[in-house]
């Protein structure tokens, strides 16, 4: 181990469980069932007793996007089989994002038009004026812009929760104490701010790409990566508390931070920089802030022969391609901390779970992240 003094780890939503940070099955089952969440008058969802708002031209619209959503969600699951897996909130946006690109784009994929034309009828009644009084018309336009929102919105809002305990964070307290190590890479696909609260509570320094400017606000800065921080953190995937400076202005890009106590004030948040959606992360890899933290990615792993995962469900064909393509080479090894590691296996190329059991480039820890100690994964790298 005298020789092994940085190391990467890369964590999925299994991190997040542990702190009672909803899963990704239940922030579901919310978006397609739950009866209190409303749409308010500033195009915006939040949590509430929707009979507060019967006066509302938009009380149905919460109704009419979660008919939609299982619509889509039942198409899905036809697809996939209800036998293989269940089907989540990132494979309907994922088919969202699709059908928003086809409807309007003019070079959109051909076979789009046998979906919209098996699948239009099924959703005619949804795309009716939303009061007869002022016949505010109600379109494919509109169903797919408020569905879109609706998912975002909620997702962001149930994930802005403070973590109830830290308890499956006690190993990454023991490896940021470990002398033999002077810098740790951590990137995250998580939305949610978990782990800075734990730094800020265990007064642990960070870096992730946010500095304070003259106006006392965290503002993105990423060429701030280039110091010799020992803990730098990487949201890949965003994070609830990030949103667009002036999210109204077309000249001001700047990305700013809210502070994590002022984010349970919000009753809804409604433009934050978050990923949703399974296959089309790809296509949001080359854009702006995503495209530098997908980057640093891949420069991370150019410099480390150990990735440790955990909680990651290998769901995302960038971050994917970029594992697998790095495993190839036999000096690298990756860490698998996870209690499915047999449903993660058939995730991977051929090569890698054809002889599973015997690659010594893959390292297999098949238990919650609770029950494992800092000492058992130093002791795999």
């Given amino acids: 181990m005298n020789n092994v003094k940085n190391i990467a780890f890369l964590f999925g939503s299994g991190i997040s469980i542990p702190a009672k940070i909803p899963s990704t099955s239940s922030i579901t089952k919310i978006i397609l069932e739950s009866g209190e969440i409303v749409r308010g008058s500033a195009e915006n969802f939040y949590f509430d ?16 996007v979660q008919l939609f959503l ?11 089989g209800k036998k293989t897996r269940a089907v989540n909130y990132e494979d309907i946006y994922y088919l969202l994002d699709f059908i928003e690109f086809n409807y309007y784009q003019k070079e959109g994929n051909p076979a789009f038009k046998y979906l919209l034309k098996e699948f239009e009828p099924k ?9 007869s009084t002022f016949e505010i018309s109600f379109d494919m336009n509109n169903i797919l812009t408020e569905s879109k929102k609706y998912i975002k919105q909620t997702v962001a809002k149930l994930l802005s929760k403070k973590a109830e305990t830290f308890e499956g964070l006690k ?54 990566f280039k110091s010799d921080d020992k803990v730098k953190l990487y949201k890949i995937h965003g994070s609830v508390h990030w949103q667009y400076y002036d999210p109204e202005s077309w000249e001001d890009n700047r990305i700013s931070k809210f502070s994590i106590s002022l984010m349970e004030k919000f009753d809804t948040i409604s433009n934050a920089l978050i990923l949703i959606g399974t296959h089309n992360k790809m296509s949001d890899y080359i854009k702006d802030l995503y495209l530098e933290l997908y980057y640093r990615f891949y420069q991370s792993l150019n410099q480390h022969n150990c990735l440790v995962i955990i909680g990651y469900g290998f769901n995302d064909r960038g971050i994917n391609q970029k594992i697998f393509n ?23 190329p051929s090569y ?16 919650l992240i ?12």
Avoid: M
Avoid at 70 to 80: A, F, M, R, S, V
Avoid at 177 to 191: A, R
Avoid at 195 to 218: A, R, T, W
Avoid at 370 to 381: A, F, G, M, Q, T
């Fill in 123 to 131: 959703i005619k009644k949804l795309l009716t004026p939303l009061d």
């Fill in 370 to 381: 609770e029950n494992v100690n800092w000492d058992s994964i130093k002791n795999l790298c």
């Fill in 49 to 64: 007793d929707p009979t507060k708002t019967y006066w509302s031209i938009y009380k149905d619209v919460p109704k009419r």
């Fill in 326 to 348: 790095w495993l190839y080479n036999p000096l690298n090894k990756i860490i698998l901390i996870d209690p499915n590691l047999d449903e993660i296996r058939f995730k991977f």
């Fill in 70 to 80: 299982n619509e889509l969600k039942n198409e899905i699951q036809e697809y996939y």
């Fill in 171 to 224: 190993f990454l307290s023991d490896a940021l104490s470990d002398i033999e190590f002077y810098s740790f890479d951590i990137f995250t696909l998580n939305h949610d701010f978990i782990l800075e609260e734990f730094f800020e509570l265990n007064k642990i320094d960070y870096n992730d790409g946010f500095q304070k400017n003259n106006e006392s606000v965290n503002i993105w800065n990423p060429n701030i």
């Fill in 352 to 367: 890698f779970w054809g002889n599973w059991d015997k690659n010594q480039n893959i390292k297999k820890i098949p238990h």
